[in-house]
């Protein structure tokens, strides 16, 4: 057992985990915060995109006990006085989103790729930054149009950082 | 607060909780006291099972129990069943293996199930299965389609001699024959629709929880149709009756087909539930996902066409080997044959049809429905033939399709189906103006100045969708009835609960449904709450998929409002002191015919409940009705697409430059939320066409068993579509819809090959054409170039 804290969407954090445990489940089965998904094994899928310290990862291939003292947000992290995130809104807006699965890991790589790479993106740029993000239901078609809403919407609010 | 009109695309209701992270799927259910499942799974494709120590393992941390197939039969917990029957052209029923949820005596796929270790913690259940110790003796395995009914492979099942399920067959072989007799010309190809794997990205998960003061079994399962699970799980597998067995499918994840299915671990947690007495939770890992998810397709077909010399099609003849895995899935048996044979007249006026489908057993994961079942191989074999036909004849592949599209309705084909509207010609003419069809010469030269080759592929695709007229479908084997329920309550303040038995994994229902509501009694849709995957709320349902829930779900809706509104109109009449027939309900008020008196359907509501200003002798209080509604036929979307691309002959690298689609689909309830059924569709058919393959070697190992092996179509493998729809009316239903959820998987792997053989100039690429696929049949192509 090892004992990790850390500090998710703001609020302190801690428990004592088998060392083995990964981020996704001490977020999930420790803190019962089950909107971090997990779609598969081997850091493909992307379902379970968290944001660590500012930076997107995938949150199934990282120990919780190399996140200490870290600053977490998760999908339920992102909304901020009750508001939604503009990419959240996006996603919404423009039918981003089917079954709902990959959507917050959707939602926090997107949001991660506008902090990286600004508030101007084209069609081919976010289809290759979302090259680490599998969607089964919508083709991407309307997650591209969302990205490219949510992407100028976080440009004009002048925030580009997400709730960290 | 406004009321929400049929054909709005109203943003979805649902979306809130799935953006915020507050969705609640099965993986996210835990309850009290619960224990972990692992299941031991054979490595073996096919062997007996000498002997099963497991001491070690039961002696592991935190392990509660190990069960065998031993104890599930000792329980008398039978196995699991295929719901369709099928009869062989010489009338004898199929030959189906027995199915047990863990394996007795033999596995018979990499991936089957052994044994489960049920431990405090999922860690301690997956250390605790490493220390069973199985003895196996490993027996030859069949794993190619094409070869599994031939002499001298091993027998998988005792009970189906030469590993065939059945050889069934379809339409009039001597008329067919005597079509090809006197044909002018004849298309003749070899196709091989290649084996998907569903993956949709929630994995399946069950919890299985047993309450002993009540003796009831809840099971909350990844299902696209709880009920189903119930009546198979109850009735069939003996778990325990209907009313202490509570089927919850909560929001899941995706499903395309392969959540319909009752699967092994699902049986397991809710009968290991009862026997330890603790709730049991089990979560596919993405590997064991793949291992032992149905996966779908899988044909090997030769298929002949018959022209005359005017270009009619006289006739098409098909001989197809299905490939159903080592056993056979909850509905694996209708897919190759009602699901396929059944759709091969395409949108063709083809007098002559006749389909023989040999059904094979292998040592390979079950095969069952795949978004689309069936349809999509139908589509394949039609589209292609076509198009290779029109190729072969000097024919405009756009201009033979015109020439055979069935253009009066109702349309008889010769394989059982009757089309009842649709306008080919139109869809079609649409298609090829949104697309440019005519400015293809002048970009095709310009891909070629590049180096590249491009190419232009249609698919005119129809399928059978609305599935299905209950007394139809059991003449033709299946073990159910494919109506659908619902139940519509209205609460004395006019908000309305609508309890259904179609099941939402993604396509929106909770709005779409919810719209119907607000439009037909005029109250706002934050008034309407869709109530449905749970089965001790929902009395009864058949559940999500076959592109059913507009067209049956919500007719079923549409009956219940109807009966809603009818009493709503009696009390409206003696609340406003004139008769019943007197009374007309508009924008959701009551009014007196022909005057100024009226109430609302809110007020209405509270009287219904009151009941001072009525006899509650004479008229019933309350206002809640439900209904079965049982399609009067299957419903037919039809559409073009047309995928053109280009390849890169040096790498053989494919970029889809545009993607037209024109989709009947009847009256649209969501036009948004159609588009995005469409585009989803698109590229499952896409990634079957161009990516996706599930490959088992020679002894049966699945050598694609993550996503690192199968190719997932990702953001940049696809472009953006440009979707339209037109509209002919569906006779069959009262709101008018045809469905739309399977449409694009259908369409689009046609289009693709045949966009990627016209780039080619030749036929031979098959799918998934990978760029490796496509290399080699672009240096053909070049070095035939260079040779002319």
């Given amino acids: 057992m090892v004992h990790v804290s850390m500090a998710v969407n703001g609020r302190p954090a801690s428990a004592d985990v088998d060392s083995r445990t990964l981020l996704v489940q001490f977020l999930r089965e420790n803190l019962r915060l089950t909107g971090t998904h997990v779609g598969c094994d081997t850091s493909q899928c992307g379902a379970c995109v968290v944001h660590v310290d500012g930076r997107a990862i995938k949150s199934c291939t990282v120990l919780a006990a190399s996140c200490e003292g870290a600053q977490v947000t998760t999908i339920e992290g992102l909304a901020t006085g009750g508001k939604l995130h503009p990419m959240q809104q996006a996603f919404q807006d423009n039918h981003g989103l089917q079954c709902g699965f990959c959507t917050p890991g959707m939602i926090m790589a997107s949001v991660d790729l506008v902090n990286r790479l600004g508030p101007s993106l084209d069609e081919a740029t976010i289809r290759h930054g979302l090259e680490g993000n599998i969607c089964r239901c919508t083709g991407y078609h309307n997650i591209v149009k969302s990205i490219v809403q949510g992407a100028r919407e976080m440009g004009a609010a002048a925030t580009p950082q997400a709730a960290e | ?788």
Avoid at chain 2, 617 to 634: I, R
Wanted: hydrophobic share 40%; aromatic share 8%.
């Fill in chain 2, 1 to 788: 607060m406004g009321v929400t009109a049929l054909g709005a695309s109203v943003k979805r209701t649902e979306d809130i909780r799935f953006i915020t992270g507050k969705g609640h799927y099965v993986d996210d259910v835990n309850r009290h006291g619960q224990a972990f499942a692992c299941f031991l799974r054979s490595p073996h494709a096919h062997a007996t099972i000498d002997r099963i120590d497991f001491s070690a393992a039961l002696k592991a941390p935190g392990v509660v129990a190990v069960f065998t197939g031993d104890d599930i039969a000792a329980d008398k917990v039978g196995g699991l069943i295929c719901g369709w029957m099928i009869h062989s052209k010489d009338g004898s029923p199929m030959k189906a293996g027995a199915h047990p949820a863990l394996a007795q005596g033999k596995v018979r796929y990499v991936g089957d199930h052994v044994a489960v270790v049920i431990a405090d913690t999922y860690a301690q259940a997956r250390d605790a299965a490493e220390k069973i110790e199985v003895q196996y003796t490993e027996l030859p395995a069949v794993a190619d389609t094409a070869s599994a009914a031939k002499s001298g492979q091993a027998q998988i099942h005792d009970a189906a001699p030469g590993n065939t399920v059945y050889n069934w067959h379809l339409g009039d072989k001597a008329a067919t024959d005597a079509a090809f007799a006197a044909a002018k010309h004849v298309t003749k190809l070899d196709l091989v629709n290649n084996r998907l794997i569903p993956n949709p990205m929630e994995p399946r998960a069950a919890v299985g929880d047993y309450d002993s003061g009540t003796d009831t079994i809840t099971l909350y399962t990844t299902s696209q149709n709880p009920h189903v699970a119930r009546l198979v799980l109850s009735a069939f597998i003996g778990l325990a009756p209907e009313h202490k067995l509570r089927v919850i499918a909560p929001d899941v994840g995706g499903g395309f087909g392969s959540k319909i299915f009752i699967y092994a671990e699902e049986t397991v947690c809710a009968w290991a539930a009862k026997k330890i007495d603790r709730p049991v939770k089990w979560t596919s890992d993405r590997t064991e996902a793949f291992l032992s998810d149905a996966h779908g397709r899988d044909h090997v077909t030769h298929a002949e066409l018959a022209l005359d010399a005017g270009g009619k099609i006289t006739g098409l003849r098909v001989h197809t080997i299905a490939n159903l895995g080592a056993y056979l899935s909850t509905f694996a048996s209708s897919v190759p044959t009602y699901l396929y044979g059944t759709l091969l007249s395409g949108q063709y006026n083809i007098p002559n049809i006749y389909c023989e489908v040999d059904a094979v057993y292998t040592n390979t994961a079950p095969v069952d429905a795949y978004r689309g079942a069936g349809r999509p191989e139908a589509a394949f074999v039609i589209e292609r033939m076509v198009e290779v036909a029109a190729r072969e004849t000097g024919r405009d592949p756009a201009e033979f399709r015109r020439t055979n599209f069935v253009t009066a309705f109702p349309h008889q084909t010769p394989v059982i189906m009757a089309y009842d509207a649709g306008d080919f010609p139109k869809a079609l003419d649409k298609a090829l103006a949104l697309a440019d069809y005519k400015g293809l010469p002048a970009r095709k030269a310009a891909s070629a100045a590049k180096g590249k080759l491009r190419g232009i592929g249609i698919s005119a695709y129809i399928e059978a969708c609305g599935i299905a007229p209950s007394a139809a479908v059991g003449s033709l084997g299946a073990g159910v009835g494919l109506w659908e329920s619902a139940e519509v309550r209205v609460n004395p303040i006019g908000t309305v609960e609508v309890l259904t038995g179609s099941h939402s994994h993604g396509q929106g229902h909770e709005t779409t449904f919810a719209q119907l509501v607000s439009s037909r009694l005029g109250i706002p849709m934050e008034n309407v709450s869709i109530v449905h995957g749970d089965t001790d709320k929902v009395q009864m349902g058949m559940g999500t998929y076959g592109s059913r829930s507009g067209a049956v779900g919500m007719s079923a809706i549409f009956k219940a409002l109807d009966k809603i509104e009818a009493k709503a109109k009696k009390v409206a009449g003696h609340c406003l002191e004139a008769s019943e027939g007197d009374i007309e309900f508009k924008d959701g008020k009551f009014t007196v015919k022909g005057t100024d008196k009226s109430i609302d359907f809110g007020s209405v509501a509270l009287q219904a409940y009151v009941a001072h200003k009525f006899n509650g002798q004479e008229l019933e209080p309350g206002l809640k009705e439900s209904a079965f509604w049982d399609p009067t036929n299957f419903t037919f979307p039809a559409g073009v697409h047309i995928c053109e691309l280009e390849i890169d002959p040096q790498t053989g690298a494919v970029t889809i430059d545009r993607w037209t689609a024109v989709d009947d689909f009847g009256k649209l309830i969501n036009p948004m939320i159609v588009e995005g059924q469409v585009h989803g569709g698109i590229a499952q058919g896409v990634g079957q066409a161009l990516l996706e393959g599930a490959h088992y070697d020679n002894d049966g190992q699945l050598l694609t068993a993550s996503f690192m092996d199968y190719c997932m179509p990702r953001a940049d493998n696809l472009p953006s579509f440009k979707i339209e729809t037109i509209e002919t009316v569906c006779p069959s239903n009262p709101l008018g819809i045809k469905g739309c959820g399977e449409a694009g998987a259908i369409a689009s792997p046609p289009a693709v090959i045949n966009a990627l053989t016209d780039a080619l100039g030749h036929e031979e690429v098959a799918m998934p054409a990978t760029p490796q696929v496509v290399w080699r049949a672009a240096q053909k192509t070049m070095m035939k170039r260079a040779a002319e």
